[in-house]
């Protein structure tokens, strides 16, 4: 059997791929550094237009519609809802990209996986209402992995423990968590679903070229903001590489 044939001649075809480019180019674009490319707009339209991705690393909004804005035992209060949240979510266009690894893997209907990775959000605890843990699909080969990080309420392990601040985003996952994800993909990482750049930051620590897509524009700007800090760390230590003991430059005290 032939491919399947999205247009019905060259010339729907054309038009097509006009619209999709003036897609791209009206869509607001953040340049940081050069590896992280940032979009504001719809992941469906944008995407469709970005070439050179090599994997897809997200966790989409699951159509779970949960109100985030009702005041809960944390006292964390958002001021809005996750936008697109409120609908089914469908994973069929992507599913396309030569590496995919999809958070949410429990929510909705997907092929059988090469692997899957596992985080483990009890860390051991006692069980109570807050989900034990969440599932990542992946086609990458040999995929399968468990993480286990604390993240219950305001109980987090890590560098986002609350000692250290708020959430950014309510659905936000552990830096530690998406390093994983990302050092199990090669190439240019693409989350079409950004949420406040997570996936970004463990890219930028992996020195992994990266392109986010967010629809939110008050999670865009934290992210942006969020990925100039962590691109500006991250020359600094390139341009003040810390000298080992006894090495060259090192003063005996």
Same mark, same amino acid.
């Given at each position: 059997m032939g491919r399947h044939r999205i247009h019905a001649n060259a010339t729907e075809r054309k038009r097509a791929n006009r619209a999709l480019h003036r897609a791209r180019l009206q869509a607001p674009c953040v340049q940081i550094g050069a590896l992280v490319t940032l979009y504001l707009g719809d992941a469906h339209v944008i995407a469709p237009t970005l070439q050179h991705i090599d994997a897809l690393v997200t966790d989409p909004p699951y159509g779970v519609h949960f109100d985030f804005t009702k005041r809960r035992r944390t006292a964390a209060? +958002?001021?809005?809802?996750?936008?697109?949240?409120? $609908?089914?979510?469908?994973?069929?266009? +992507?599913l396309r990209y030569p590496q995919v690894i999809l958070w949410g893997a429990h929510r909705y209907r997907l092929p059988a996986a090469n692997g899957y990775i596992t985080w483990d959000k009890r860390g051991g605890a006692t069980p109570d209402d807050f989900p034990g843990c969440e599932l990542a699909w992946s086609n990458v080969p040999g995929c399968s992995a468990v993480h286990t990080q604390l993240w219950r309420g305001n109980r987090r392990a890590g560098e986002e423990n609350i000692v250290h601040g708020w959430k950014l985003h309510p659905a936000q996952k552990p830096v530690a968590l998406m390093r994983l994800c990302v050092e199990k993909t090669t190439g240019t990482v693409l989350d079409p679903f950004m949420g406040s750049g997570t996936t970004g930051v463990a890219c930028v620590r992996l020195g992994r070229p990266f392109v986010g897509i967010e629809l939110d524009?008050?999670?865009?700007?934290?992210?942006?903001?969020?990925? $100039?800090?962590?691109?500006?760390?991250?020359? $600094?230590?390139?341009?003040?590489?810390?000298?080992?003991?006894?090495?060259?430059?090192?003063?005996?005290?």
């Open positions: 209060r +958002w001021t809005a809802n996750i936008r697109g949240d409120d $609908q089914p979510f469908d994973p069929t266009h +992507w524009p008050q999670c865009f700007d934290e992210a942006r903001k969020r990925l $100039q800090a962590e691109v500006a760390t991250a020359h $600094q230590v390139e341009l003040f590489p810390v000298q080992k003991a006894g090495g060259m430059g090192a003063t005996a005290r």
